[in-house]
T-cell receptor, first 114, second 111 residues
Framework: GAGVSQTPSNKVTEKGKYVELRCDPISGHTALYWYRQSLGQGPEFLIYFQGTGAADDSGLPNDRFFAVRPEGSVSTLKIQRTERGDSAVYLC????????????FGEGSRLTVL | QKEVEQDPGPLSVPEGAIVSLNCTYSNSAFQYFMWYRQYSRKGPELLMYTYSSGNKEDGRFTAQVDKSSKYISLFIRDSQPSDSATYLCAMSAGNNNDMRFGAGTRLTVKP
């Protein structure tokens, strides 16, 4: 596609449930990033993929959060045993390489945990 | 203290005004400085990209970086209602995964 695509755009779930958020990056972009943006805050780094491997997962808040990118394109962010504090917009971004360069963001997946 | 500090506003100006947005930072390793614009319920989009100190101009937008003061600014001339958005500063030492964002300043330009 022309840009970064994220699904679902909105997800409402109950505390304790499992959630998957999907990101389809710009074709040919080897680097993929997940960010979390809480209300009134800037994006907060979660994890970075270079190809299929997680090159930096230092931003994942705890072991309930996990992400995969099995074929080096689409990525899925997985959240187990969701908590109300997980409510935020989860943004995906891609770039041509992992160096300092323009990040292309999707519109985000808005997660609400009741 | 956060690595990147940005006044969240909100900031409201009349159409045609000059807008000044700024950020301060504490990490002297930052070399790349960016401004992203984020419309409501959209993802951020890159507006300006600067390496090291100096000025960069693009149309009505000017980005300034003062590394000695650890201070960056974005100026918008002849502001338009379509400029109403949240402006996020961002900076990195050299890799996108070490990029840090400010909290964003919410700007409204009134016709």
């Amino acid at each position: 596609g022309a840009g970064v695509s994220q699904t679902p755009s909105n997800k409402v779930t109950e505390k304790g449930k499992y959630v998957e958020l999907r990101c389809d990056p710009i074709s040919g972009h080897t680097a993929l990033y997940w960010y979390r943006q809480s209300l009134g805050q800037g994006p907060e780094f979660l994890i970075y993929f270079q190809g299929t491997g997680a090159a930096d997962d230092s931003g994942l808040p705890n072991d309930r959060f996990f992400a995969v990118r099995p074929e080096g394109s689409v990525s899925t962010l997985k959240i187990q045993r969701t908590e109300r504090g997980d409510s935020a917009v989860y943004l995906c971004a891609s770039s041509l390489t992992g160096g300092a360069g323009e990040l292309f963001f999707g519109e985000g997946s808005r997660l609400t945990v009741l | 203290q956060k690595e990147v500090e940005q006044d969240p506003g909100p900031l409201s100006v009349p159409e045609g005004a000059i807008v000044s947005l700024n950020c301060t930072y504490s990490n002297s390793a930052f070399q790349y400085f960016m401004w992203y614009r984020q419309y409501s319920r959209k993802g951020p989009e890159l507006l300006m990209y600067t390496y090291s100190s100096g000025n960069k101009e693009d149309g009505r937008f000017t980005a300034q970086v003062d590394k000695s003061s650890k201070y960056i600014s974005l100026f918008i001339r002849d502001s338009q209602p379509s400029d109403s958005a949240t402006y996020l500063c961002a900076m990195s030492a050299g890799n996108n995964n070490d990029m840090r964002f400010g909290a964003g300043t919410r700007l409204t330009v009134k016709p």
